[in-house]
């Protein structure tokens, strides 16, 4: 696991071993708090390990971005710490994360001594502010990924921990892309010195402009794409023409998984247009995406999620597959 040191008392941390997921650590005084937990239970427990022994302070307050695996089945190496999230988060995690941990500990042994560990203190509207020594931390809604998702600003250092809200390659199946350009476009305007990333390695200031508007294209390209696509006799081989660089992004970012995320967003993003566009579907064009990932024994299942379930698509993170389009539609 990598950690880096971004401002006074600021620490960042990335996996080395599932899709570059980050934390955070936020260091006070008397307490610290962490933000998201990383993926597998040796890194969370890696993560305390810093604060309460290299640092020498408790963890008080724990802040899940979303309710992902990678990001909040972690909670449970955390004790004493009271943890912060969005409404949704709580409810996501108590009707598809508790099932999903269950049938993981089937198949992952590291996942044997986990549970899932509800937020104590959530919220839907409005902001939260933290004061942690000299610094405020200001939690706030950005949807877009998730129905659930809340970022973290350091006010004073103009740091944001973006949580998915911002990925060097947007994720759009299971969240609202209206809201995650307005979420990306807000973000940009912040002022911000660096935007830590779900996922990947930390935007710095220079770079945040570029990030921003390239996020924002890619997002219009794919629907552009997929909107042609619905003209087409036969969308699959359409959208098969479409690797990602057309579509405006490096395969290099995601620890090389760029590519299969580009799939993933074209074709959910089809869906989308299909069912704005009142367009008529037929069985085949809508099977499910096979679930190939690496780590899908981690990730919710979609036979687990709530009829009510807000936002569209399949629930885990990245999915990992060479096939073609044709077998997707």
Known sequence: MQRERISENVYWFQSEIYAQV????????????VVDTLALPEEAQEIRKFV?????????????????????????????????AHTLCAKYLKEIGIPALEETKKQNPSFLNSHIVLPHLTFSHGELILKIGKKNLIIMLTP??????????????????????????????EGDYRQSIDVIRKIGDMGLENIIQGHGDI????????????????????????????KRRNPAEFLNEYNIEACGKSRVYMGGLAEQLNKRNLIWMFKQVVAEEGLPKSDDEYEDEPEEDDFEDMLPNSDTLPDDYETPGDEDDFYDSDEDFDDDF
């Open 52 to 84: 309460t022994e290299t640092i020498g302070v408790p963890i008080r307050y724990l802040i899940n971005t979303h309710f992902h695996a990678d990001h909040a089945w972690g909670n449970c190496f955390f004790p004493g710490a009271t943890i912060i």
């Open 144 to 173: 877009g990924h998730t129905a659930d998702g809340i970022s973290v600003f350091v006010e004073e250092d103009r740091v944001l921990f973006a949580g998915d809200a911002f990925l060097p390659i947007p994720q759009l199946n």
């Open 203 to 230: 935007v710095l200031r220079g770079e945040i402009d570029d990030a921003v508007q390239e996020n924002i294209k890619y997002i219009e390209n794919i629907h552009e794409i997929a909107r042609k696509a619905t």
């Open 22 to 33: 980050t934390a955070g650590v936020i260091i006070g005084p008397q307490w610290a708090v």
